[in-house]
């Protein structure tokens, strides 16, 4: 027997009802999606650009309403290993160093297991070298046993200038290395890239490997390999890590100069500038012949007051109709005291979940965000770029470089007549705030008092990693070796680690043979 529908007020969809009231909606406002949850596995050595290909695309599916978050394996084992000696660690020879970064990884994908099933996640990205086929295998048992979809990103390098890149701007300064001088600590590296060379299996597209599937992204993205694409989720993977590269480049985000709807404080429409707003124009132009960017290229939307500014810059450019504003149907051209007259429970629901809001016959900012997922794709395809816009749009702009949660986008602020100047850097992004000295209204609203933040709404989207915004409560992995606390000295024999110490199974799963018999003692972190 059908349900009785009835109409979501916030987001004005129609949701089937239980005991006589609207079904919750679900986290995030995720799509229900028919594929089970996936795991993204990393697979390459060291320094190849796994953990920045992981954060990226993390940082990605979470903008777009997908939960995932990273588990680095290499975090688990600083917190089991609490002062790293050498490179002898990872010497395939090493047993005793093997069987703990085995625990480590078992313990990660336990914590994968909890996000999956336990928290709402639909993408758990698997972050370590995985460099062995015994190690893959391993995964994909873990796969089969939880029903989760496996995936798998090798990344494969073989240019000395880009290897020497990365353990210069990454690797050096991981706290493997945090007291020790830079030519040991790049000749350390290398030396633990060389074990790991010593076992490393390739991703087999011909023989072993041929029905899993993976994309192989060699040479930092001048060629892909692509094999057995199964579901949406992996496409938009795919598709996403063909277009992202890693050459320098700078972002430049702006908003049209002040309009005249601006100064009555009315919603959307399609005013022209006010005098304030042309002079800014005019410095905006003298701002950007003052960057002397080569090859610059242009983005605008289609409204006048977006076209009008540009036009001063007297440079060719690009219309995006995905660039207008966020339309407020029935509400355009009002303001928000005209709203709350005429409109009160429109402006109460919009005051409440100001994200997740659709105006009667208009957007929401998650309408927002999958109407300028485009733009975000041409953005990383591109070096040097100005975008032209408007204070919504900007926001879902900035919330996607700066990994801002869904909750905190609508509040970003964004004001008129400032340049925000975007630089990637390697796990993140730089941004500076460059104001033009020219006069303009305030037309940022706070959020309001009474409404409090709703629990499970900042995600956590790597396993130690901070996010750019505060949280509480985070947990960090942790590893409890039977009695013992962590590991503080490693010393070449690991005396301290008998095999006897060192679990192979996690609770319930019996992930390798005669292990049965083995203690479980992987314990969560409260």
């Not at 004005?12 to 005991?19: A, F, G, L, S, Y």
């Not at 010497?91 to 313990?107: F, Q």
């Not at 408007?390 to 949660?405: E, G, I, N, P, T």
Request: charged share 25%; with cysteine.
């Amino acid at each position: 027997m059908p349900r009785e529908l009835t109409q979501n007020k916030i987001q004005k969809i129609w949701v089937p009802t239980r005991d006589g009231k609207p079904a919750p909606r679900r986290a995030m406002g995720a799509p229900h999606l028919a594929n089970p949850p996936t795991v993204i596995v990393m697979v390459g050595l060291p320094a190849r650009g796994k953990t920045y290909m992981s954060k990226k695309l993390t940082r990605y599916l979470n903008w777009i309403g997908m939960p995932t978050k990273v588990f680095n394996v290499g975090e688990y084992r600083r917190e089991a290993v609490k002062n790293y000696s050498s490179y002898d660690f990872f010497n395939p020879g090493n047993e005793s160093a093997v069987k703990i970064r085995e625990l480590c990884a078992l313990a990660a994908l336990r914590d994968v297991k909890t996000y999956l099933k336990d928290e709402g996640g639909q993408v758990a990205v698997f972050d370590a070298t995985n460099t062995t086929r015994d190690r893959r295998e391993l995964i994909l048992q873990f796969g089969r046993e939880n029903t989760f979809k496996i995936f798998f990103i090798e990344s494969v390098c073989d240019d000395p200038n880009v290897i020497a890149s990365n353990i210069m701007e990454v690797k050096v300064s991981s706290p493997d290395y945090r007291d020790c001088n830079k030519t040991d600590a790049v000749l350390d590296f290398q030396r633990r890239i060389e074990c790991y060379k010593a076992q490393y299996q390739p991703l087999d597209p011909h023989q072993h490997d041929k029905d899993l599937s993976f994309i192989k992204v060699i040479d930092v993205g001048r060629r892909f390999l692509v094999n057995r694409i199964r579901d949406h989720i992996q496409s938009k993977i795919v598709y996403y890590l063909m277009n992202i590269h890693v050459q320098p480049r700078t972002i430049y985000l702006c908003r049209h100069g002040e309009s005249t709807h601006d100064l009555e404080g009315r919603l959307g429409g399609d005013a022209g500038l006010s005098p304030n707003g042309k002079q800014f124009s005019a410095a905006l132009a003298t701002f950007v012949k003052e960057q002397q960017l080569k090859d610059l290229k242009v983005w605008t939307s289609q409204l006048r007051r977006c076209i009008q500014t540009t036009e001063h810059l007297g440079v060719p450019y690009e219309q995006w109709k995905a660039l207008n504003e966020l339309d407020a149907g029935v509400c355009e051209d009002m303001t928000y005291d005209e709203v709350k007259e005429k409109l009160p429970e429109e402006f109460a629901l919009r005051e409440e979940d100001k994200f997740y809001y659709r105006y009667p016959a208009g957007e929401s900012y998650q309408d927002l965000v999958q109407r300028v997922e485009p733009v975000i794709m041409e953005l990383e395809r591109q070096e040097n770029v100005l975008v032209i816009c408007h204070q919504a749009v900007m926001r879902c702009l900035l919330a996607y470089f700066l990994d801002k949660s869904a909750d905190e986008m609508p509040y970003l602020k964004c004001p008129l007549h400032t340049v925000l100047k975007l630089t990637p850097v390697a796990y993140g992004c730089k941004v500076e705030s460059v104001s033009l000295n020219v006069e303009a209204v305030n037309t940022h609203r706070d959020r309001p008092e009474e409404v409090k933040r709703g629990l499970g709404t900042l995600i956590r989207r790597n396993s130690v990693t901070p996010l750019t915004s505060p949280e509480t409560n985070i947990k960090k992995p942790c590893i409890k070796d039977l009695d013992e606390a962590p590991i503080q000295e490693l010393p070449p024999s690991l005396a301290l680690c008998s095999p006897s110490h060192i679990p192979f199974t996690l609770a319930g799963q019996n992930l390798r043979k005669n292990s049965s018999s083995r203690r479980d003692v992987l314990q969560p972190c409260q």
